[in-house]
C-alpha cells in the first residue's frame, strides 16, 4: 500500500483542519518545504498538497508554495483545491505537479472535466471523493450533493479513471480512526479499483487495518503532525511495501 502524506496549506503555512472547519485550524509549520523535505528523506515518493485557500473559494493562492516544494525536490505531487478554469490547470502543472484532484468540478462541471481528460489524459487527474453519510460534499465540504460514492466512482470508470482517493468528512481530522467499513462497501463494489483511503487515519496500525481492508493507498496528514505516526514508522512502513 502506498503511503502518501499530506501537507495543507493556508496562507503559506502547513495546516491541518478538524471535519474541514475553516474555523478550527491548527498550524504546524510555516515551512512545508522543510516538511516535504523530511517526507523525502523518510522514503516517501508521493505527496499531497492541498490549498485550503483555493478550496475556500479563493483563486489559486498557494502555488509557490507547490513550486518551491518541485523544484526543491523529487516527490511526485497532486494538488487540488479552488481548480476550476483551464487556465488554473496549466498553473498548476507548470508550477510542477504530476497530478491535479480535483472534487468540485466533476461533480459542477462534467463537461468541462471530459474536456480536460481529453487534452490532459485521464491519468493525470487525482479525483477527490469528499463524503459524509456516503454523499458526496463539494467547495471545502461547505455544499452537500444528491450524489452518493458509488455513482460518483461508476462515473469516473466509465471515463478511464481507476485512482481516486475518498475523505469520510465525519473522521477527518478527528483521531479516531478511518472509515474501514465504507472502503470495504466500496471496494465490493468495484474490486479493480486504485482506493486511497484519506481521513481519521490515528496511529500507525490503522494503516495495516487499511491494507488488509484492500485499500491500495493512504493519505496521512494529524497523525504524523501530532506525532500519532513517527517519521521512523513511516520509513518502516515503506520498506516492507
Known amino acids: 500500500m502506498e503511503l502518501i502524506p499530506a501537507i495543507d496549506v493556508m496562507d503559506g503555512k502547513c495546516v491541518r483542519l478538524s471535519k474541514g472547519d475553516f474555523n478550527k485550524k491548527t498550524v504546524y509549520s510555516n515551512n512545508p518545504l522543510e516538511i516535504a523535505k523530511g517526507f523525502q528523506e523518510a522514503g516517501v515518493t508521493s505527496l499531497h498538497i492541498v490549498d485550503l485557500d483555493g478550496a475556500n473559494g479563493e483563486a489559486l493562492k498557494n502555488l509557490r508554495v507547490l513550486e518551491n516544494i518541485s523544484a526543491n525536490t523529487s516527490l511526485i505531487i497532486d494538488f487540488g483545491g479552488g481548480i476550476k478554469t483551464n487556465q488554473s490547470i496549466k498553473s498548476v502543472f507548470n508550477a510542477g505537479a504530476t497530478m491535479i484532484s480535483l472534487g468540485s468540478v466533476i461533480i459542477k462541471s462534467p463537461a468541462l472535466f471530459s474536456e480536460w481528460i481529453s487534452e490532459y489524459g485521464p491519468d493525470k487527474f487525482l479525483p477527490g471523493a469528499d463524503v459524509l453519510d456516503k454523499k458526496i460534499k463539494i467547495h471545502g465540504w461547505k455544499e452537500s450533493t444528491g450524489t452518493d460514492i458509488f455513482n460518483f466512482t461508476e462515473d ?27 472502503y470495504k462497501e466500496i471496494l465490493k463494489k468495484f474490486p479493480s479499483l ?38 521512523q514508522q513511516i520509513t518502516d512502513f515503506i520498506k516492507n511495501n
Not at 500507525?204 to 493519505?219: M, N, R
Open 194 to 231: 486504485y482506493l486511497i483511503a484519506s481521513g481519521g487515519i490515528s496511529c500507525y496500525d490503522d494503516l495495516f487495518t487499511l491494507q488488509e481492508a484492500g485499500c491500495k493507498g493512504a493519505i496521512i496528514g494529524k497523525a504524523f503532525y501530532e506525532g500519532k505516526i513517527t517519521t
Open 156 to 182: 469516473l470508470l466509465q471515463l478511464n479513471i481507476n485512482k481516486i482517493f475518498c475523505t469520510d468528512i465525519s473522521k477527518d481530522g478527528m483521531m479516531q480512526g478511518p472509515s474501514v467499513e465504507l
